[in-house]
């Protein structure tokens, strides 16, 4: 377990711990020099069980705030110290808000320097503590008079800090590992190493991590956990871990080291914030502020989500803009502390690390950020799914959420979702919304037939504008695929349509086809032209056009170019050698592509250009990429 000292500057938080544990936190020689603590300190006392019991002793100025913030966030317990003489006082105050804020509700009150003071102002002290806690997570914590100088009640503290370590549960070591660094240091004959509560999973030796946000990648030579030689570090421990691959100046507090998989800094957080009550007015939206999460310490503005103040004492969802990406996983507490740094003035907790840039204040992204607003991923997830209208990005909940795939996996296994897997990207969408999808599809192709019935169909690019614009392209190749394979929907190329519906040609423009057809197949890559067509059959230009454009719209041809057709068993082979060479290490080049197929390199851009428009191909670059090959496979 982790303990957390707390309270104004000279209550004796310090000397406290010192009579707890036999040592001495301050390790500054300043602090030292100066009787006061200016940066964290660390004691740790072993337990008879076996167990170690850490104390995080932190600074009580007002100016060094942003340090009592790195060490507050991950402890476990709190022990607020407060002077018996002095009584609650501002830091005191400001200490116990963040304490509150960041969720802590397991503590004590070591109501110090008991010495100093008679029994009257004794218990006056005691009731203005109580009043104090009262309303905050540390309501009715017990309260222990001691002194730190004398040792008068210290062994009673001891005993119930002790108590406290046997009922606090194990934490769990799900999820990939993540530590908040508040330290570094040079280690003779060690190299860089870095200090910090392990906030999830378990980290060996020899395991390589990242240092996040910077990307760096290390390597984990040796571990002391709890202040003892480990092969490993379990959440909820404080750890130091030593670290090949960096070096002690690149590493800086409020950094991470953390599974790879995890290294996804974010320079924008969607969360739901509380503005203290003692707040003297509203605080505004795009207000500039400090943002302390974990041991990181980062400006940034304030974006409210719903409405343009927040006033003192409410609730509201909110994005945090910052001047540099950071860190950030759903849950994660953070602080605000006004522009000058000076008060603390609200905090709250991560919903979504990594929140649109756009629509931020839309209905359809608060009902997700509500939905978020859980513990149980399981209830988040499937709120989600319920408040929105797009699929749901999988591998990224995974993410905010510090999900390994097994974990994930059993997750889905509770949900009815449909599930599409997809180029690598994993989405999901409830199954009712997946059904109204399919009738969306439909009913758009059947308004699409009336409104066209010269037209076989639109491609499913045009389709999926008409039906859902909204749906991600991958989701929408699946649901297609489902309903053709229900026998719902055909497709003819990349023309798609309802089975029954059909186009014919006028015995006229049948006979005339019927000529044209085996002409198109003497050179089945360079076709002749409508004009040419014209000429060999003596028929008008205007008539020959007409009669091909008809049959491309039945599906029966392609219109690659103005009045360039192609039959579709032409088509088939030329996506087939472009598939080819796309697969080929060199790439699919227009140039390649012409030398394949013994055409003009014109004729050779414009086949390219139509599988393009087709969504057979996408070019990137001066190559094109195959990413719908089974649009021209099989029989017309």
């Given amino acids: 377990m982790l303990i957390g000292t707390a309270g104004h500057i000279d209550h004796g938080k310090t000397a406290l711990v010192r009579a707890l544990t036999g040592v001495d936190a301050d390790r500054l020689p300043e602090e030292k020099a100066r009787g006061i603590t200016l940066d964290l300190g660390y004691a740790y006392v072993p337990l008879p069980d076996g167990t170690v019991l850490g104390f995080v002793d932190v600074p009580g100025h007002e100016r060094l705030v942003h340090n009592m913030l790195a060490g507050a966030t991950g402890i476990d317990f709190v022990l607020l110290v407060v002077a018996a003489d002095d009584g609650p006082m501002p830091q005191t105050r400001e200490h116990l808000e963040i304490l509150d804020l960041l969720g802590l509700a ?35 914590s017990p309260v222990f008079p001691v002194s730190a100088r004398t040792g008068e009640g210290i062994e009673v503290l001891r005993r119930h800090l002790e108590a406290a370590v046997a009922s606090t549960p194990a934490r769990e070591t799900r999820g990939r590992f993540r530590l908040a660094i508040d330290r570094s240091f040079t280690l003779a004959g060690a190299g860089t190493v870095v200090t910090g509560t392990v906030f999830s999973g378990v980290v060996r030796v020899g395991d390589r991590l990242t240092l996040s946000p910077a990307g760096t990648p290390v390597r984990v030579r040796s571990i002391h956990a709890q202040n003892r030689p480990a092969d490993e570090g379990r959440a909820g421990e404080r750890c130091a871990l030593n670290l090949s691959g960096v070096e002690r100046e690149a590493v800086r507090r409020g950094e991470w080291v953390l599974d790879p998989a995890l290294h996804a800094p974010s320079p924008r957080l969607d969360g739901r914030m509380r503005l203290l009550p003692t707040e003297a007015k509203p605080v505004k939206h795009w207000a500039p502020v400090h943002v302390h999460l974990a041991a990181e310490d980062v400006t940034g503005r304030l974006a409210l989500l719903d409405g343009e103040e927040l006033e003192p004492g409410n609730e509201a969802p909110v994005q945090l803009v910052l001047d540099r990406p950071v860190g950030a996983l759903h849950g994660d507490r953070f602080i605000l502390r006004d522009q000058s740094a000076t008060r603390t003035i609200g905090g709250g907790r991560v919903l979504d690390p990594f929140p649109p840039t756009r629509g931020r204040r839309a209905p359809e992204r608060l009902a997700l950020l509500g939905a978020l607003d859980r513990d149980d991923p399981v209830a988040a997830l499937s709120g989600m799914l319920q408040a929105t209208t797009k699929a749901i990005d999988l591998d990224r909940f995974a993410l905010s959420w510090n999900l390994r795939t097994e974990e994930l996996e059993g997750l889905l296994g509770t949900l009815d979702a449909v599930r599409v897997d997809s180029a690598g990207v994993r989405m999901a969408l409830p199954r009712t919304r997946w059904d109204r999808l399919k009738q969306a599809v439909l009913d758009a192709l059947a308004a699409e037939h009336e409104r066209t019935p010269e037209n076989l169909g639109p491609n499913a690019e045009q389709l999926r504008r008409l039906a859902s614009p909204a749906l991600d392209r991958a989701v929408f190749a699946r649901l297609i695929e489902e309903l053709r394979q229900a026998g719902a929907l055909a497709r003819s190329g990349p023309w798609l349509h309802l089975p029954g519906h059909r186009l014919r040609l006028s015995p006229s423009e049948q006979l005339l086809w019927d000529r044209i057809r085996p002409l198109l197949r003497v050179e089945p890559y360079q076709p002749p032209r409508v004009r040419d067509l014209a000429h060999r059959l003596g028929v008008a230009e205007t008539v020959v056009r007409l009669t091909l454009r008809r049959v491309a719209a039945m599906g029966d041809a392609y219109q690659v170019a103005h009045d360039h057709f192609y039959l579709p068993v032409s088509l088939q082979e030329l996506a087939a050698i472009a598939l080819r060479l796309s697969q080929q290490e060199s790439g699919l080049h227009a140039a390649v592509f012409r030398d394949q197929v013994g055409t003009g390199r014109k004729i050779a851009i414009q086949i390219l250009e139509f599988f393009d428009r087709a969504g057979f191909t996408r070019r990137v670059g001066d190559q094109h990429r195959v990413t719908q090959p089974e649009l021209f496979a099989g029989s017309p």
């Fill in 106 to 140: 397991r503590g004590a009150v070591a109501l110090n320097k008991t010495d100093l003071v008679d029994a009257s102002r004794l218990a006056a002290a005691t009731a203005e503590v109580e009043a104090l806690l009262a309303g905050t997570g540390l309501a009715g």
